[in-house]
């Protein structure tokens, strides 16, 4: 279902992917720096979730800088969060790459009020931790600050991302956290000798189970 979410004197573009039953959580999924909604990752990671029960709203934002993109995410939350059609008891933040710093620096803004719930958890795909050949400045300081389950989706040969400087910060983060390496993948998530199709596979599982877990915490 395609729709156009008002922001500012601008409208953001954004799809829907339903699920066939009610969904009780959704998903709110954006794209990196470069692309748009309809990066063949996002797509295929929201027709998955959509046919696994939970309801997927991907837009597009272009943009270059955070705090223009955190913002337009912090007015798809509220546009979500306000629908007639779609009743959640919350969403899980998503994006990927810049997308992902964005829904960070969110999280964090939203966390300082206190006075909202509707943002479940984080999750970040290839989480660009660093600017390649720049490790010594790391953009960690929206995680450090995050209380939400975080998941990272990571290639651990992320040219973005170093395996071991995102497992340093994760080990100072306070939220619950997990980790998941899609080996030998870079920063567009390519592996050497494996299709898309296979690596995003094993993404979207990773994602769905994540969230499974995470929605079964909440109703125990």
């Known amino acids: 279902v395609k729709v156009k979410i008002p922001f500012g004197n601008k409208y953001l573009d954004a799809v829907f992917s339903v699920p066939e039953k009610k969904s009780t959580y959704g998903v709110i999924l954006t794209h990196g720096a470069g692309g748009d909604m309809n990066f063949p990752h996002l797509r295929s990671l929201a027709a998955y979730l959509a046919s696994h029960g939970v309801l997927c709203l991907r837009f597009t934002c272009k943009g270059l800088n955070v705090a223009y993109r955190t913002k337009a995410f912090k007015t798809v939350v509220e546009y979500l969060k306000l629908s007639d059609d779609y009743k959640l008891y919350g969403v899980f933040l998503a994006g990927r790459s810049m997308g992902s710093r964005a829904a960070a620096s969110l999280i964090r803004q ?8 509707f943002v479940r958890g984080l ?13 010594s400045k790391l953009r960690d300081e929206d995680l450090l600050f995050i209380r939400c389950p975080v998941l990272f989706v990571s290639g651990s040969a992320d040219e973005m991302c170093e395996k071991q ?8 983060m306070k939220a619950p956290k997990k980790i998941h390496w899609i080996d030998k993948a870079n920063h567009g998530m390519a592996v050497k000798g494996r299709t898309t199709d296979d690596v995003m596979e094993e993404i979207n599982a990773q994602v769905f189970s994540w969230l499974t877990e995470n929605v079964e915490l909440e109703h125990k």
């Open 110 to 117: 939203l966390s300082q009020n206190d006075d909202d719930d």
């Open 165 to 172: 400087l995102l497992e340093g910060v994760a080990s100072k």
């Open 123 to 135: 999750i970040c795909l290839s989480y660009p931790l660093h600017r390649p050949k720049l490790q």
